[in-house]
């Protein structure tokens, strides 16, 4: 499930609010206001007059960074804790922080807490909500640090939960779902195909197994990506450190992060992190479009491989009859977006001067649009496998007709008769267009003679091949479709699951 959302006040409900619920009771939810004059905002001293609310509203990244608020809360707790420990403010006032922080993470968990408007982001509303509470003391909160480095390591730490908790656990399920098929069907015949023309017949479990491999390397992707996003920025201050005397390994040890980032300057500028998670998602909606794509073709009446289940199809408004595979499309569809997040990003961050640059705000939103878009796929794809129907008779009859035997009789004259393979390959194609021409509408229509009057090898053995069965169970290099082969792939996969799992602590 998406992780709850810190919810809107309605006046401050906008565009981004789709997913978020109505506070629970209007009377009891205290919406946070911002400072209402300049000198009270958090540069005030240097101003004389606020922005324009039409200017406020575009710089401001609240309606999307609120999703970050837990994060916020914990950086800022671990924080206050560290400059206490540090002797930079008293223990009593850390503890005094600590307190108003878990507060307020109590308040937006109970739905009591609502982000109000004039507020530019989650950084400052939970310092203003802060002060509100305790006081001038929450003015001491921001020692040491920078909203730039605290957002870098909010953003941080989300990816991470949001990766271990979400995208690799969703994984994990895809692949396990095509592996009960795999198992499940481990006789079924399916016609392979090239350039979307018959080209030789496969085992359905051979085919379910390639995407198990597709989408065991989307988890070592994201893997990657989590794994980047494990270092923490905090302490970094604006881009050159701090004088006070901090301890950003205690920050970092707190948070759960498994080391710090050795330059401040970096720490402060990079979103590599990001783009690694949004390469990922790409590189991950790419697949799922691919098996969603045969899915549509699959359950159209021309192949009639496979059935959704109604739970997963929709009907037509004008054609009673029709039975449309719209969340198989649209999970294909939505590529186009998380692939437009990750450009988005890369162009935003390309040629931007060292360090923070307030074009960097604009990471979030794609960030957060990709990975929800994933996630929602990686759950539809795996509902939908997971309650299709096979037509493994409709397969196995694809997978016999036509001519998908030539290549194994090719290989049979040279195995049997010491052909070169290229003259091999031209005897079967001379038998093709000979069954074509006679109309033919496969090899079996042959006779022996026939085929004889090709080449004399061609013997009662060469006929059996024509049984597609046959020509699969001769495949038994490293990989192949051959029964035992396939066995072996599916072994290795689901020990690669087992073992990605075992790791994930699920
Ligand atoms: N809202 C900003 C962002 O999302 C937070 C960092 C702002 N830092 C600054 N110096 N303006 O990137």
Redesign the pocket.
Known sequence: MKEEEFRASDRARGAHDQHTSRPADVDTVRIVQAASSASEAAWGGRFESLPSEEVERFGA?LPV?KRLWREDIDGSIAHARMLGRCGIITSEEAEQLIAGLTGIRADIEAGKLAPGEHI??I?MLVESELTARVGELGGRLHTGR???DQ?ASDLRLWVKRQLSSEHLPLLCELREVLLETARSNQKVLLPGYTHMQRAQPILLAHYLSAYVQMFARDFIRFKAARDAADASALGSAALAGTSYGIDRQMTAAELGFSTVMISALDAVSDRDFVLDALYASAVCQMHLSRICEELVLWSSTEFGFVTLADSYATGSSIMPQKKNPDFAELVRGKSGRVYGDLMALLTVMKGLPLS?D?D??ED?EPLFDALDTVADSLRILTGMLRTAHFHTSRMRSAATRGFAAATDLADYLVQRAGVPFRQAHEIMGNVVLYAVKQNRLSLEQLSLDELRAFHPAFDQEAMDLLDPRAGIALKRSEGATGPEMVALQLEASEARLAADRAELEL
């Open positions: 990244s960074d530019e982001d950084h920078s909203r730039n957002v923070y307030k960097m705000q979030k």
